[in-house]
Each structure stands twice: as C-alpha cells, then as structure tokens.
C-alpha cells in the first residue's frame, strides 16, 4: 500500500533544542494525524488536523495540515528526554483509506 | 481516554505451531479493528481489517488462511497465526475504532511473536 515519506528518518538532539520534521504525499488527504511510539508499545495520537492550513497545538508540540494537502509538518519545542520515541504521521485520503507514514525516531541526548 | 489491550504481549512458539492473539477495547465497543505488522525499525504495515460479524478483508500479499481472524464481539478480534515460521516473528499491533473516525483509533500495545 501506499506509504507517506517522513523526513528525517532519525535525529539525534540535544535536551532543549527544537524539533522539526515532516510528511510528505504524491496525492491528496483530508485529514492528517501524527503519532508518537515508544518501544515495545502502540502509537498514540498526539494531534489531529482536519483542514488545509490548519495550525493545532498540544503542549510542546504544534502540528500544521499543508496547504496543498499532500504535507504535514510537527514541530516539538524545549525537546525533553521523554520525548524519545518514533513519530509517525498518517493520513486519510479521499477514499477514506489510512496510511502510516515511514517514521522519524528521535533522540534527546541529556 | 480509550483503551484497547492486547494479550499475550510476548510470545515464543515452535515453527509449526498456531499462535493466537487477543485484541480487546475495554471501555468502547468496535465495529472495526485493524491488525498490523511492523519490523524492526519500519513502519506498521496493515494486514487487515476485521469487522465484527463478518469475514476480514485482508491487504494484497496477506494470506488470509496464514493469518486468521475471527471478530466475534464488538470488544474482541483474535489474529491467529497458523503453522508459525521464523518469518512470521514481527510485533503485531492491533487497533479499534471508537466511532467512524480514524482520529478515534485506539491502538493496542503490541505482541512480540518469537518463532524458533
């Protein structure tokens, strides 16, 4: 099935600093999520976007809906050591099929 | 919030040998639930989805007489796998759809399948 291409496949940061990473398709979606996994567990949503250009915040994270509707884009700030893990994207397109996004891992280094 | 379980977390089997995994919403009822695979270091790849009371729709490449599953109630779907080999070990991860909507999907915590 189709994947969306996440970049950058990892990231190795320092406790404090910004994060930034995305999620890119060849076709169109109507609704973009993101998710955070930690090891040996499921993903669990972080935040929901459900219209182009739309701008949704959840603590340290912000998460924006492309306006072409083929993006997406997370933004951490003030990384912590917790916020280590695999960040996935996923999307819904317009036939209503959902698919994940390749993932980033991220790590805080202390 | 949701929560979906899943039992065993871990399991190590004999090739050969039938492994089932239970997948069960504990506070929602699910018309749907997905069961996916993920490897070391990739993404979750969808296998299929079960919808209660009737027959799952298994993704292109997934044999279905390998990977059987069985929806039974609104709270539980069983993935079982047959006659288990070494390339079937993988983290398999199951979710629930609370409501109509993929932003209501509750994903449970994974089980490690080993096969020897």
């Known amino acids: 099935g189709q994947q969306l291409n996440q970049s950058p496949q990892s990231m190795f940061i320092q406790e404090g600093e910004d994060v930034s990473m995305n999620c890119t398709s060849s076709?169109?979606?109507?609704?973009w999520l993101w998710y955070k996994q930690d090891p040996g567990e499921g993903p669990v949503l972080l935040i929901a976007l459900y219209k182009a250009g739309e701008l949704t915040s959840n603590g340290r994270l912000t998460a924006q809906f492309g306006i072409t509707r083929k993006d997406s884009f997370l933004n951490i700030s003030a990384s912590i050591p917790s916020d280590v893990g695999i960040y996935f994207c996923?999307?819904?397109?317009?036939?209503?099929?959902?698919?994940f996004g390749t993932g980033t891992s991220l790590t805080v280094i202390p | 919030g949701a929560v979906v379980s899943q039992h065993p977390s871990r399991v190590i089997c004999k090739s050969g040998t039938s492994v089932k995994i239970e997948c069960r919403s504990l506070?929602?009822?699910?018309?749907?639930m997905f069961w996916y695979r993920q490897f070391p270091k990739q993404s979750l790849m969808l296998m299929a989805t079960?919808?209660?009371?009737?027959?799952?729709?298994?993704e292109q490449g997934v044999e279905k007489d390998k990977f059987l599953i069985n929806h039974a109630s609104l709270t539980l779907s069983t993935l079982t796998v047959t006659s288990a080999h070494p390339e079937d070990s993988s983290f398999y991860i199951c979710?629930?759809?609370?409501?109509?909507?993929?932003?209501?999907?509750?994903f449970g915590p994974g089980t490690r399948l080993t096969v020897l």
């Open positions: 076709s169109i979606f109507n609704t």
């Open positions: 079960s919808n209660e009371g009737s027959k799952a729709t298994y």
């Open positions: 506070d929602f009822q699910a018309t749907t």
């Open positions: 979710s629930a759809v609370r409501g109509g909507s993929y932003n209501e999907q509750f």
């Open positions: 996923a999307g819904v397109n317009t036939g209503n099929q959902f698919y």
